[in-house]
């Protein structure tokens, strides 16, 4: 089993800059793949990046391309999102997702999720 537990969420200016962090717990291997999804009021859940729980190759939804990094530290049980330049279409819940199937096309561990608020 394991647990993610989403913090750094927070209301922002546009423009500016928020890093959210995902705590993992529980048993992982680097086959498991680890990620970040958000869900805007009346959207469906979407897909914003990807990395494997070893590190190595990222993956990002165009929308986020250039702006936001993903990025995991395994000493410290731990996979960041580094959002910069925050838009408001950015507003959404942001969950941390993980498998281990190294994919997230249904991912089967998700956190609570955390809200991002951007502000004009």
């Known amino acids: 089993q394991v647990q993610l537990a989403e913090t750094g969420g927070g209301s922002v200016q546009a423009g500016g800059s928020l890093r959210l962090s995902c705590v993992v717990s529980?048993?992982?291997?680097?086959?498991?793949?680890m990620g970040w999804f958000r869900q805007a009021p009346g959207k469906e859940r979407e897909f914003v990046a990807s990395i494997p729980w070893s590190g190595g190759a990222t993956n990002y939804a165009d929308s986020v391309k250039g702006r936001f990094i993903i990025s995991s530290v395994n000493a410290k049980n731990t996979v960041y999102l580094q959002m910069n330049n925050l838009k408001l279409e950015d507003t959404a819940v942001y969950y941390c997702?993980?498998?281990?199937?190294?994919?997230?096309?249904?991912?089967?561990?998700w956190g609570q999720g955390t809200q991002v608020t951007v502000s004009s």
């Open positions: 529980g048993y992982t291997s680097s086959n498991y793949a």
């Open positions: 997702a993980a498998d281990p199937s190294r994919n997230l096309i249904a991912p089967r561990y």
